[in-house]
T-cell receptor, first 116, second 109 residues
Framework: NAGVTQTPKFQVLKTGQSMTLQCAQD?????MSWYRQDPGMGLRLIHY???????DQGEVPNGYNVSRSTTEDFPLRLLSAAPSQTSVYFC???????????????FGPGTRLTVT | ELKVEQNPLFLSMQEGKNYTIYCNYS?????LYWYRQDPGKSLESLFV???NGAVKQEGRLMASLDTKARLSTLHITAAVHDLSATYFC?????????WGAGTKLIIKP
């Protein structure tokens, strides 16, 4: 199993450009999520999905879109990049029980994004 | 709004010493996770604590959960240099994990 994979590993964007961060998992996990990690702030949830066709906003969704057309893939789109979006982005996945409680999340290697 | 607070945020200690990292959270939850992150790397799951009174141990690390006090602890016994990392706790709330800011642990030989 490859686990959770993310591409690219590094990216530099100019302000106003758009791009898509890719995330895929091969563990048949229902739950997938995107986080951003900034120094001294822990991880903040951007968007999450509890299954194909279902997405919802997390703590910091503005400026980002997601879709979940398959169980395996959960891309994150930056619509118009801003310097405030400079961060490290992690994708994670886990099993999900209908009660709403999730199991431990498995993380991808991260994408380091710089917006100039 | 659920808040998760870790303390200390930075800890420098000598090998062989014991210490405890604390994780407080502000609303009811009975699921808490501890993760480790090495510099420039991704996050690795250490412990999943699923009920009040849960205690889990792996090597020199032991985690516990008191849901009534809304407190989890990560205890390090006889620290070794390899345990140097940043440790995060996260609390499960309404389909989301809310994270503490992390505790950067440096263990000196």
């Amino acid at each position: 199993n490859a686990g959770v994979t993310q591409t690219p590993k590094f990216q530099v964007l100019k302000t106003g450009q758009s791009m898509t961060l890719q995330c895929a998992q091969d563990m048949n996990h229902e739950y997938m999520s995107w986080y951003r990690q900034d120094p001294g702030m822990g991880l903040r949830l951007i968007h999450y999905s509890v299954g194909a066709g279902i997405t919802d906003q997390g703590e910091v969704p503005n400026g980002y879109n997601v879709s979940r057309s398959t169980t395996e893939d959960f891309p994150l789109r930056l619509l118009s990049a801003a310097p405030s979006q400079t961060s490290v982005y992690f994708c994670a996945s886990s099993y999900f029980r209908t009660s709403g409680s999730s199991y431990e999340q498995y993380f991808g290697p991260g994408t380091r994004l710089t917006v100039t | 709004e659920l808040k998760v607070e870790q303390n200390p945020l930075f800890l420098s200690m000598q090998e062989g010493k014991n210490y405890t990292i604390y994780c407080n959270y502000s609303t009811t939850s009975d699921r808490l996770y501890w993760y480790r992150q090495d510099p420039g790397k991704s996050l690795e799951s250490l412990f999943v604590l699923l009920s009040n009174g849960a205690v889990k141990q792996e090597g020199r690390l032991m985690a516990s959960l008191d849901t009534k006090a809304r407190l989890s602890t990560l205890h390090i016994t006889a620290a070794v240099h390899d345990l140097s990392a940043t440790y995060f706790c996260a609390v499960d709330s309404n389909y989301q994990l809310i994270w503490g800011a992390g505790t950067k642990l440096i263990i000196k030989p």
